[in-house]
């Protein structure tokens, strides 16, 4: 019973360090997205669009990580 716990402990420590991963990895792709936007705003649909399918990607990875995590518990 305890070495169940314990690896459910580690899964949800996998899980959380997907998620911060991902939060992380988007703040960084808005961020310089915002960056790119102010210095050249009339590219601003190129910009979005290119960083709504990059943070979609890092929500991809992390969500894998996340079911990976879990089932691993």
Do not use: D, S, W
Not at 20 to 33: F, H, S, Y
Not at 35 to 64: C, D, H, S, W
């Amino acid at each position: 019973m305890n070495e169940f716990v314990f690896h459910g402990g580690l899964a949800a420590i996998g899980a959380g360090l997907a998620v911060i991963g991902a939060g992380i990895g988007i703040g960084k792709i808005g961020g310089g997205a915002m960056e790119a936007i102010a210095r050249q705003p009339e590219a601003y649909n190129k910009i979005q669009t290119a960083m709504i399918i990059a943070a979609a990607l890092v929500e991809g990875v992390a969500l894998f990580g996340v079911v990976v995590a879990m089932l691993q518990g």
